[in-house]
């Protein structure tokens, strides 16, 4: 019997996937339920299982762009014994002569006064060419950039900046970490005070977690907190449900888990659907400053950067500070000036006063 595996449906609004790899060879004996390849799509990645046991005959190629329910392998199920093809079945043989053919080939459009000082500049031209490659675009790579662009062309975006003294925060780090991590067993980071800082500023300015449908603004009264998180295929923003209902300890313990879903691929589509407000963190990168692009239809996103120690005026005296820019990008269409920078300072005195963050 031929069983045909096709590209599943794997979300209400995806229509394609991209084939990312194939774990299995054309010709191979496969079991049921064993993992055949990697689909993409702007989302998620998810393995592909054998329906059935049998011999596997490969019909999509890797990076290939595929429809819902198209063929992407069949598995004959009266074949427990494949033999995978040899690959001098498909080589392509060159005739002996085929050296001299060709420069004879070269001799009949080449002058004979000439052949040598062509020959020289063709070597030339070999030894100063720069490779290149071509890969197809990944469904999530094409996802991401799609949804940017909409967001700088569709929302009137402006970015307001601050500075927040780090130092209070990073002794608390100091004098915790050890504690925290024996009781909570998950590390004491610099996320979830930003978390706590935005779920507390919400409630004083709360059009900066809403969003825009169409005509009318959705105010939520709820903080579901978008992480932008960098994965190898690429940047994803998985979300926090319910932040402002949850301690330090399951912040951080979310955001790990979430961070390492990214990076082995295991995302789920609803662990990426939805959010209210988002945080990226491009100090990691070390990005000193930069002005993120909102990630809609959210009204606003914050950008955290790299912690750098800069002289500071403090009481009349210059000091020497841990400092972090900060940057708010919003949709000017829904946050005035005022309401923005306004929030952006309620996050910084936050930030720099956290004891009751932790509380």
């Not at 392998?73 to 002996?96: H, L, M, R, Y």
């Not at 060709?102 to 000439?114: L, R, S």
């Not at 935005?198 to 409630?203: H, L, R």
């Amino acid at each position: 019997m031929i069983v045909e595996i096709k590209v599943p449906v794997v979300g209400e609004s995806i229509n394609e996937v991209t084939l990312a790899k194939w774990l299995k060879k054309d010709g191979d004996v496969v079991s049921r339920d064993e993992m055949l390849c990697e689909l993409e799509s702007e989302k998620a990645t998810f393995e592909l299982n054998a329906e059935q046991a049998g011999k596997l005959s490969i019909k999509a190629n890797e990076k290939s762009v595929l429809k819902i329910g198209d063929v992407v392998a069949i598995i004959d199920t009266e074949s427990q014994q494949g033999v995978t093809p040899s690959v001098s079945e498909n080589k392509k043989t060159e005739p002996e002569n085929s050296v001299t053919s060709k420069k004879d080939e070269q001799k009949k459009v080449t002058p004979v006064e000439t052949k040598e000082e062509v020959k020289q500049e063709i070597k030339q031209i070999e030894k100063t060419a720069r490779p290149e490659r071509r890969e197809q675009m990944s469904s999530l790579r094409k996802a991401v950039s799609k949804h940017l662009v909409t967001a700088k062309n569709q929302t009137a975006m402006l970015t307001t900046f601050n500075e927040v003294d780090m130092k209070a925060i990073m002794d608390i780090r100091t004098q915790s970490k050890d504690y925290f991590k024996e009781k909570y067993g998950v590390g004491l980071g610099f996320m979830s005070f930003f978390v706590k800082a935005v779920c507390k500023a919400i409630q004083e300015f709360p059009a900066v977690n809403a969003s825009i449908d169409g005509e009318e603004i959705i105010y939520h009264d709820y903080c579901d907190i978008s992480i932008a998180v960098s994965t190898p295929k690429g940047l994803v923003v998985p979300v926090i449900r319910d932040a402002e209902k949850l301690s330090m300890a399951e912040i951080e313990m979310k955001v790990a888990d979430l961070a390492t879903k990214g990076r082995e691929n295991k995302l789920s589509l609803a662990e990426m659907t939805g959010g209210t407000f988002t945080i990226s963190n491009g100090g990691v990168f070390g990005s000193l400053m930069s002005t993120p692009i909102i990630n809609i239809p959210q009204v606003a996103i914050l950008g955290m950067h790299k912690i750098q120690e800069r002289p500071v005026v403090i009481n009349g005296e210059i000091v020497i500070r841990p400092m972090m820019y900060l940057a708010l990008s919003y949709d000017h269409r829904m946050i005035d000036g005022k309401e923005s920078v306004s929030f952006l300072v309620k996050v910084k005195e936050h930030l720099e006063n956290p004891i009751h963050l932790m509380v």
